[in-house]
């Protein structure tokens, strides 16, 4: 106590003689005034640009040399660098001062420690096979400049990621930062269970950058309007804060996999299954799929009428369903949402018991129980759980034109939380025809489908599935698996994730149908 008192004096009184403003001369011999207040720094040499202290970088002086980086916002987030000499009047010590109260602004006050080590998993093939040239322009000048040290491997096959994450060293690293899709996510967190430590290595915070077809995660952390940003999730990683996140367990046929993400059966599945060899199409493939699966003979014309909506019947996926229900109530678990964003809970670390631990958390449920748990009596479409609002799958099908199908920013679980450890299960009756059901897709990425009376939707601590027909799609975390009986289970806080806000940055209102 006494110790920390101390420091903290020692803290004020350099805050005391530090000057809040230095200058100095840039290549064209114009002087720049640098000076940081409460939460921004500010940059004048005739107009001043403000920059939050979050995407302050570094500053270093070698010399009489100065040099500061820092994000700066314009269309996407991108690095600055403000290069100059110092002026006679800024003495060495003064400016070493400076400098380091700006760094303590910037990271310690914020929570975060400087020079993160960070494991940086990518991979070439994922998405538009772009990441590796993204990384090189985008990314590790950001690391750089925020002094992180870097130990990067570049996926050479399927399965790679897993082996990454099984064999992680514990101790080496700051945090994961992965440059994919949700494929390579799920992978690495496969991987990190099997790893001789699992616990702690899932307690490792995951950072991820968007570089694949789905980047759910991304929304998820970032929100609908930086997710797809890699800059402002370069930032992300160097100056997140951990976020503990519930996993789910899937086991099916003995053997247990880590989903963090998606479990969809049904048309949902549709999306990712059979268009494995269409990725050519980006994310037109998703939709294709969307298509496929609710039958391709759908008006457009219907689609942007007012008339009444042809009902057309689609058939039901052919599934017996079990859920561990906590809730149901849609209007409760709105308000559950609101009261989780006003407070965001510190996180916590794993008891010391369970960080030495070399097994996965226990399974609660047996895989015969059915003694409280609720069967699922109406026909489905399909059935769609998960973890995290966005499930970066989208169809938006424009009136007008097949060719402005976009596909992402899909809101599948808006009211999800990060760790109230319960998993949320959307039900798509067959109450809907198949207009109404793209229609809703319009209001996809805002979620708003969650207020449509054809949607049930129940937080679980968890469920059990039994297809009633051999043919069929199931999809975990969008990889495909056999179409056989499941059940999946969600445990509190096993994972973790870096993240700006400390909550899932997915807004989300009322809606009347
Ligand atoms: N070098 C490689 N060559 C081929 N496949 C790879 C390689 N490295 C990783 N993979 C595989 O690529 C798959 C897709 O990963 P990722 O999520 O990064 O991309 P994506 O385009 O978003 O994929 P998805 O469409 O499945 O979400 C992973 O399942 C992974 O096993």
């Known amino acids: 106590m006494e110790a920390r008192r101390a420091e903290s004096d020692h803290w004020h009184l350099f805050l005391a003689f530090t000057p809040m403003s230095i200058r100095v001369r840039g290549p064209n011999g114009k002087l720049s005034s640098l000076s940081y207040q ?61 400098i380091e109260t700006l760094l303590q602004m910037a990271y310690e006050g914020m929570g975060v420690s400087r020079q993160r080590r960070l494991k940086v998993v990518i991979n070439p093939h994922g998405g538009t096979k772009k990441a590796v040239g993204i990384f090189k322009k985008s990314v590790e000048p950001i690391f750089l400049a925020a002094e992180c040290t870097l130990d990067v491997v570049h996926t050479t096959r399927p399965g790679h990621a897993y082996d990454i994450g099984k064999d992680l060293s514990l101790t080496d690293y700051d945090a994961i930062a992965i440059l994919s899709g949700d494929g390579l996510v799920h992978e690495i967190l496969n991987g990190l269970a099997h790893n001789l430590h699992p616990i702690k290595a899932l307690a490792t915070p995951l950072a991820p950058i968007p570089t694949g077809t789905g980047n759910g995660l991304s929304l998820n952390i970032l929100g609908f309007d930086d997710g797809f940003d890699v800059g402002v999730a370069a930032l992300n990683a160097v100056k997140g804060l951990p976020m503990k996140v519930d996993l789910c367990s899937v086991t099916q046929n003995g053997k247990r996999t880590i989903s963090f993400m998606s479990q969809a059966m049904g048309l949902m599945a549709d999306l990712d299954i059979g268009t494995e060899h269409l990725r050519w199409m980006g994310e037109a493939r998703f939709s294709y799929g969307f298509l496929r699966g609710c039958g391709l003979f759908v008006s457009l014309q219907a689609l942007g009428s007012n008339a009444d909506p042809p009902v057309i019947k689609m058939k039901p996926s052919p599934l017996r369903i079990l859920i561990k229900e906590y ?127 054809s949607v049930r939707y129940v937080k679980a601590h968890a469920y059990r599935v039994k297809p009633l027909a051999s043919k069929g799609a199931l999809a975990v975390d969008g990889e495909i698996f056999p179409f056989e009986e499941f059940q999946v289970e969600a445990h509190s806080k096993l994972g973790c994730f870096l993240s700006p806000f400390g909550y899932y940055a997915a807004p989300f209102e009322r809606h009347t149908y």
Not at 61 to 85: D, N
Not at 365 to 387: N, R
Request: glycine share 6%; no cysteine; hydrophobic share 35%.
């Open 38 to 98: 409460n939460d921004s720094l500010q940059i004048t040499n005739g107009s001043t640009t403000t920059v939050p202290l979050r995407q302050v970088l570094g500053a270093k002086r070698a010399s009489r040399s100065f040099e500061l980086s820092y994000l700066r916002r314009s269309k996407t987030m991108g690095l600055e660098t403000l290069t100059g000499i110092l002026p006679d009047e800024v003495t060495d010590d003064v400016a070493d001062a400076w």
């Open 327 to 453: 809730e149901s109530d849609k209007e409760k678990m709105f308000e559950a949402l609101q009261q989780r964003k006003k407070n965001p809970p510190a996180a916590t670390k794993p008891a010391e018991a369970d960080l030495e631990s070399t097994q996965l958390p226990t399974l609660k449920y047996a895989l015969d129980d059915e003694e409280g748990w609720t069967v699922v009596q109406e026909p489905l479409l399909y059935l769609f759980a998960g973890k995290g609002p966005y499930v970066g799958r989208h169809v938006y099908l424009s009136t007008q034109s097949l060719l402005s199908t976009l596909f992402r920013d899909y809101m599948s679980f808006p009211v999800s939380l990060p760790d109230d450890g319960l998993l949320d299960i959307v039900l798509q009756t067959t109450n809907v025809s198949r207009v109404e059901l793209l229609r809703n897709q319009s209001a996809a990425p805002k979620g708003l489908v969650y207020w449509h009376p």
